[in-house]
């Protein structure tokens, strides 16, 4: 499946942005959807994770209450509203596909190619 990240941008603290990530080449419906992201000089991290039908989701303790996964199938889109979002957000951002319910980066066979998203204070 191939997957097509936009959505980031340069924000000030306390506003919100929609990422969004479009997929082609296999049946979307198929995969659990997870966002990372990183920030310079620093490893990848999960940020949340959404199941097949959109049903299930999870949210590292950092954007809870703040970040929300969706999908939509029929558009083959997943989507993370961000918002009250903090310079400590900034980094790169990415969707990712998986073939099962897991939150660590290597064990997601599908990438995008990431969106930026910068914090001012």
């Known amino acids: 499946v191939q997957l097509q990240a936009s959505g980031g941008g340069l924000v000030q603290a306390g506003a919100s942005l929609r990422l969004s990530c479009a997929a082609s080449?296999?049946?979307?419906?198929?995969?659990?959807m997870g966002w990372f992201r990183q920030a310079p000089g620093k490893e990848r991290e999960f940020v949340a994770v959404?199941?097949?039908?959109?049903?299930?989701?999870y949210y590292t303790d950092s954007v809870k209450g703040r970040f929300t996964i969706s999908r939509d199938n029929t558009k083959n889109t997943v989507y993370l509203q961000m918002n009250s979002l903090t310079p400590e957000d900034t980094a790169l951002y990415y969707c990712?596909?998986?073939?099962?319910?897991?939150?660590?980066?290597?064990?997601?066979?599908?990438w995008g190619q990431g969106t930026q998203v910068t914090v001012s204070s």
């Open positions: 990712a596909a998986a073939v099962a319910w897991v939150f660590t980066p290597d064990k997601y066979a599908y």
């Open positions: 080449g296999r049946t979307f419906s198929n995969y659990v």
């Open positions: 959404i199941s097949r039908p959109g049903s299930s989701t």
